[in-house]
């Protein structure tokens, strides 16, 4: 994490503002008081209200209760490339499909639409995504090539707007259809692919899931232990997004001991990591730590990056294992195997 001496002042007197109520809408209102509310600071608003009202935005975001079936489990993508969308952008799309009960995850730009053939309806409103990149100035370039150095890149945050094929007009025979949900007899072996193609040493056994980091390990109970099968694949689904931080794998700093923010910070990555890899799946996601959304909102308010941060890790880890499976299931092979233990910390450790 990189943080700056300006950006902590900042953060102090939104932490400052943030004591005087715990709702959003103070949170989001100390920041004005300073500047207009940076893109990070709304999205940040907006997921610590979900959380607030204990909804996690990341769990069943395609249907409303009472509503009917609605939009079934997926990640939201492109209507016309098929291109998935991740990191934040996810759950700011899955929210607006909660909010207005759109059958599709589908999205596309006012310009999309009519390059289609087809048009935005008139009064819709669009939904705001982002784009993260970096970029070099010029004056750092010339700096750079002056001392020798390399060059440092500026990153940076845009916004754009999408609107839900449902929103739109004459797209039928343009927009790519929704991907057909896999019957369940066809999840379960799915899932157990995933599982195998990790090449994480994977047990079954005791009452309780969790990684251990220190012996690269997942631990969950037999299936027998949950009331439903699904629930098996969910729970495993969540330790192996915690083991794909291994030093070995993507490198997330896992030696935070229960209770501490970088605990949470990691439990984030796995709740949402977890739901990413269940909507590719198809299975509904679920929140297997509720009891951590306290300690979640103390780190967003504290940081209004880190929801980015977490999303972007959590996506990561989702598409790592993702293409392990596929590299396992096209021949290709995988990455190499086998790493130092990092740590004894134990991620989760919580009765099935």
């Known amino acids: ?68 079936a609605g939009c079934g489990p997926a990640l939201p993508r492109n209507a016309l490339s098929g291109r998935s969308y991740s990191g934040i952008n996810i759950l700011l799309l899955w929210g607006e499909v909660i909010a207005k009960g759109y ?35 010029e004056t750092e370039k010339a700096r750079a090539q002056d001392s020798g150095e390399a060059a440092r890149a500026i990153p940076f945050l845009k916004r754009f707007t999408v609107f839900n094929v449902a929103q739109c007009e004459g797209l039928e025979d343009k927009a790519l259809p929704d991907p057909a949900p896999l019957p369940e007899r066809e999840i379960m072996p799915l899932a157990e692919e995933i599982i195998a193609a990790s090449g994480v040493d994977f047990r079954i056994g005791g009452d309780k899931a969790y990684y251990r980091p220190s012996l690269d390990l997942v631990q969950v109970p037999p299936q027998p232990a949950f009331f439903k099968q699904i629930n098996y694949y969910q729970t495993c689904l969540h330790e192996l997004t915690h083991a794909t931080g291994h030093v070995s794998r ?36 679920t929140v297997r730590h509720a009891d951590y959304i306290g300690a979640w909102l103390a780190v967003l308010r504290e940081d209004s990056r880190a929801i980015f941060r977490a999303a972007r890790a959590a996506s990561l880890a989702a598409d790592w294992l993702l293409e392990r499976h596929r590299a396992a299931r096209d021949g290709t092979g995988g990455e190499g195997e086998g790493a130092p233990a990092i740590n004894a910390t134990l991620m989760d450790g919580r009765a099935a």
């Open 103 to 137: 059958p599709s995850q589908k999205w596309l730009t006012f310009r999309q639409a009519l390059e289609a053939g087809g048009a935005v309806r008139r009064g819709e409103h669009s939904c705001m995504v982002v784009y993260a990149d970096r970029f070099i100035p």
């Open 250 to 285: 993507l490198a997330r700093d896992l030696s935070h001991g229960f209770g501490t923010a970088g605990y949470a910070r990691e439990e984030l990555i796995a709740e949402m990591g977890s739901a990413f890899l269940c909507a590719s799946l198809g299975i509904v996601p």
């Open 1 to 68: 994490m990189t943080s700056r001496s300006s950006s902590r002042a900042l953060d102090r007197r939104r932490n400052h503002a943030c004591s005087k109520g715990s709702h959003a809408g103070d949170w989001a209102q100390g920041a004005r008081d300073n500047a207009p509310p940076t893109i990070h600071e709304q999205v940040t608003a907006r997921i610590i209200a979900e959380l607030e009202a204990e909804r996690l935005p990341w769990v069943q975001p395609w249907a409303k209760a009472g509503e009917g």
